[in-house]
């Protein structure tokens, strides 16, 4: 296993635990039926968030895919998927899952930008710029931000501590 590898592995821990303290409950998907070839790569989704009813009896939204992806320059990263056209790995993941919900972890985010940042498929539109938010800055999905601020701290230690830098 190399170190994007175990990097990925920590990011996918870590935005688990952010939709867990955000009061979602997880369920992994049904293996056969979320396994996708699209294009260059294989996609295959990391969990359903949802939530329980609330105590007043409002209905829950419905659950959420969820992908979560390392990517040491998210950007950079989206920038080549744009330009990639229809055969962007966004644009093949729309048409499978139309409602799914990319989360984005880097160590190395842009100034002013949070390690975790999300693509919600649901609201993207095809030919639209593929521009992801920070996590927090989603509205549909209600996650704090410091419940995201001590996730970095987190991430940026344990990352350090796989690299050895300080």
């Not at 170190?3 to 990925?8: Q, S």
């Not at 927090?136 to 501590?161: D, K, T």
């Given at each position: ?57 409002d209905p829950p939204a ?70 992801a938010v920070d996590l ?31």
């Open positions: 296993m190399d170190l994007l590898d175990i990097k990925d592995r920590i990011a996918v821990a870590l935005v688990e635990s952010i939709f867990r303290r955000a009061g979602f409950v997880l369920t992994p998907p049904n293996s056969g039926e979320m396994v996708a070839r699209l294009g260059r790569e294989e996609l295959v989704p990391d969990f359903w968030a949802g939530r329980l009813p609330s105590e007043a009896g419905p659950a959420r895919l969820v992908e979560v992806r390392y990517r040491p320059q998210v950007g950079q990263y989206l920038a080549i998927e744009e330009q990639r056209g229809p055969q962007s790995l966004v644009v093949l993941a729309k048409r499978q899952w139309p409602s799914l919900v990319f989360v984005f972890v880097t160590d190395h985010p842009e100034a002013g930008r949070s390690c975790f940042q999300a693509l919600d498929l649901d609201s993207w539109k095809l030919g639209a710029a593929v521009t927090s800055a989603h509205h549909g999905l209600g996650i704090f931000r410091q419940n995201v601020e001590e996730h970095e701290a987190l991430l940026r230690r344990m990352y350090a501590l796989l690299t050895g830098s300080r």
